[in-house]
Structure formats: structure tokens, C-alpha cells
């Protein structure tokens, strides 16, 4: 049964995805394909999944347990956070924090979590703001 609704949302989705599709307007510099071709083919892809989902469904999953559904439910209540915590605290700090977390609940050891989220957070700021120059969210230390 929850294949199935999920199917239906997806193929709902899907529909309303490819009829706002349709409502995009040419610009004048108009190439071949235009920019109406890759919003189909994304929606399309997804309604055939559905309707997959809707036709033959999975036997009914195991959920999970209200401890296991608390940790998801405060999981992504970090990620929430971490959106918030990134004009605040910058990039660095709050991925550093965001990632030590989620690896922690993930069942890596505390002190193995924050060297993950301090190598995380530091690789990736080199990569992207210090080598390819992409604006990253800055703290009140520039970083």
C-alpha cells in the first residue's frame, strides 16, 4: 500500500511538474532543443517511475521503531539548523558541527566524528572557495 501512494504522489508531482514545464516561455536566443526539453524528460522519468511503483508495488516494508523515527525526525532537524547556523557561524563551523553530528549518530566514536567533521568541512572550503573560487557562507572569522 505505501508503494503505491507513493506512487501516486510521485506521478501527481510529476504531472504538475510537466505542465510547469510547458508554461516556460522562449527567449528570443532560442537554440534546438529549447528550454522546455530537459524539465520534460526529468518529469517523464519520474512518472514512469511511479506508475512503476503503482503497478507493482513491494511487499509492505518494517518501519521503523519510535527511537529509530526520532533519530531520523532529529536528524534532519540538525540539517534544518545547519541551514540557519550557516549566515550566523559560516561555512567552516557549521559544517564542521552538522557532519560531526550526523556521523556520530551514524555510529562512528566521538572523537572520530569531529576529526570527520573538521575534515569535511576544511576539504571542501578548500575545494570549492579556495581553489575553484565559489562563495561559500562566511562567519564572523571570514570563513
Known amino acids: ?6 506512487g501516486g504522489f510521485g506521478l501527481a508531482l510529476a504531472i504538475f511538474y510537466i505542465w510547469a514545464a510547458s508554461t516556460i516561455e522562449d527567449s528570443f536566443m532560442v537554440d ?9 524528460i526529468v518529469g517523464s522519468i519520474v512518472a514512469l ?3 512503476y511503483f503503482i503497478i507493482r508495488p513491494d511487499d509492505e516494508p518494517d518501519w521503523p521503531h519510535v ?16 541551514c540557519l547556523a550557516l549566515p550566523e557561524f559560516g561555512f567552516v563551523f ?13 555510529g562512528t566514536a566521538p572523537l572520530w566524528s569531529l576529526v570527520s567533521g573538521v575534515g ?7 575545494v570549492f572557495h579556495l581553489i575553484l573560487g565559489l562563495a561559500l557562507a562566511e562567519g564572523p572569522l571570514g570563513f
Open 67 to 82: 527511537h529509530a523515527f526520532a533519530e531520523i525526525v532529529f536528524a534532519a532537524v540538525v540539517m534544518f539548523a545547519y
Open 1 to 6: 500500500m505505501s508503494d503505491r501512494v507513493f
Open 49 to 51: 517511475c511511479s506508475i
Open 120 to 126: 569535511t568541512s576544511v576539504g571542501i572550503y578548500v
Open 32 to 40: 534546438v532543443v529549447g528550454p522546455r526539453a530537459f524539465p520534460y
Open 94 to 106: 557549521s559544517t564542521t558541527f552538522a557532519t560531526a553530528y550526523l556521523t556520530w549518530r551514524l
